[in-house]
């Protein structure tokens, strides 16, 4: 594709090593204790450490009015779905082991073993809000909305910023059968998606130095595009609640944190979103977060990638991988935003 060639022929004449700070540059390792530095930062930013302490004093136990989490899942019957054979990987899947233990979903805790504690989401009822710029704002029960798309399995890539990777089994339904579903008005320009905010369940969001709920959004072109994937299943199960149940997105060609998990609103809009990493630090996490091995991360390079199980390392491919499909969404977009749109 045309728009991919030229993409990659500007990406090219931009040196690595002319834009990483090469002596302060983090390693890998450092790079995925991420969220140390951010809480580091956040206190030292003042005023936090009190509002820390406060918090731990009116921690409520788990029981005290948390609804309880639910033995099976309803969406059993769903899955596993057929496999949509378009989407190839180029290298081995991620072990299911691997996949579900070692996960970023905050809402739990900062660490990369949280599991466990994420057994603790309840997954019914859950109410999926369709809002904003539509023809009819609702609320929709997740079953219901499960009844009205058809389902399939899709091997994609998975990139997270902290440049690691994994090759995953997704099940869902594309995302442009919701957007039909929720029948936007031509001034919708985004959505806008808001993850559950239930601090007794979700104890991670007793860290107040985060701007919770957790917040993503996507262009209408980006959640129209056929990589789009609302999931509901991983390894042809019921996706685990620690992978972002009942309902995440994954756009695989943006870095892993576009993928926000564990959905309860989509909200039609006409200003673009804030998402929680970038109100958190829109430097180094962008609204755009498109894949490029040659923009890095303010702190670390994105030139390769470790395979989470495997440890072998890979070179870093722009957009994931995935430039067929979507090089054209950003089309002129480069001039306008630059790096931003890889960070
Ligand atoms: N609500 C929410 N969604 C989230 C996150 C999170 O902390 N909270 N972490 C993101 C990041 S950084 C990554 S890499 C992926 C990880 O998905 P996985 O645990 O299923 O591999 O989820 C993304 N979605
Ligand atoms: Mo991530």
Partial sequence: MATLAKIQKKSRTRSPQAVVPPRWRMSESEATDESVWLKRRALMQGGLIAGVAGAAGVTAPFADGARAATEEDPSAHLHPAPRNEAYVLDRPLTTEEDATQYNNFYEFGSSKTIHEKAQKLYLRPWDIEITGLVKNPRTIGVDELFSQVSFEERLYRLRCVEAWAMALPWTGFPMR???????????????????????????????????????????????????????????????????????????????????????????????????????????????????????????????????????????????????????????????????????
């Fill in 177 to 343: 059968d919701l957007v039909a579903l929720a029948e936007p008005l031509g001034s919708a320009k985004y959505v806008k998606m808001t993850t559950l905010e239930d601090p007794k369940v979700m104890r991670g969001q007793k860290a107040v130095w985060y701007p919770w709920p957790y917040i993503e959004g996507l262009t209408m072109d980006e959640a129209m595009n056929e990589l789009a994937f609302m999931v509901t299943g991983l390894y042809g199960k019921p996706l685990p609640k620690q992978n972002g149940s009942p309902l995440r997105l994954v756009v695989p060609w943006k870095y892993g944190f576009k993928s926000i998990k564990s959905i309860v609103s989509f909200e039609f809009t006409e200003e673009r979103p804030v998402s929680f990493w970038e109100e958190v630090q829109g430097k180094e996490y962008g609204f755009w977060a498109n894949v490029n091995p040659v923009v890095p991360h303010p702190r670390w390079s994105q030139a390769s990638e470790r395979m989470i199980g495997s440890n072998e390392r890979r070179d870093t491919l722009l957009f994931n991988g995935y430039g067929e499909e979507v090089a054209h969404l950003y089309a002129g977009l480069e001039d306008e935003f630059g790096d931003l749109l890889y960070r």
